[in-house]
Nanobody, 119 residues
Framework: QVQLVESGGGLVQAGGSLRLSCVAS????????MAWYRQAPGNERDMVAS?????????ADSVKGRFTISRDFAKNTVTVYLQMNSLKPEDTAVYYC???????????WGKGTPVTVSS
């Protein structure tokens, strides 16, 4: 089992910045990929950014050049960050942390943290 706890969401004006954090605990050694997804009202949950065990990152086209995913390792946890700059009203959504275990095909999800960007 992997537990994910997000933090850092909030209200920000357009052009501002926020940094989201996700602390993963439990069987973190089994995680192959971590990612941030977002879901706006009435929309599907879409991938925003991901980072795999080797460190390679991937971004949705809509956030390239504005968002940066990174991670820190501790003894029993992994923390993944999403630095969001030049925020736009269309970035408004609930942001979810995701961890994927390729060995068993299980996706783990956090409860989400809301981000609201005002114009």
């Amino acid at each position: 089992q992997v537990q994910l706890v997000e933090s850092g969401g909030g209200l920000v004006q357009a052009g501002g910045s926020l940094r989201l954090s996700c602390v993963a605990s439990g069987r973190v050694f089994a995680i192959n990929r971590m990612a941030w997804y977002r879901q706006a009202p009435g929309n599907e949950r879409d991938m925003v950014a991901s980072i795999v065990s080797g460190g390679t990152t991937n971004y949705a086209d809509s956030v390239k050049g504005r968002f940066t995913i990174s991670r820190d390792f501790a003894k029993n946890t992994v923390t993944v960050y999403l630095q969001m700059n030049s925020l736009k009203p269309e970035d408004t959504a609930v942001y979810y942390c995701n961890a994927y275990n390729a060995a068993n095909g299980i996706n783990y999800w956090g409860k989400g943290t809301p981000v609201t960007v005002s114009s």
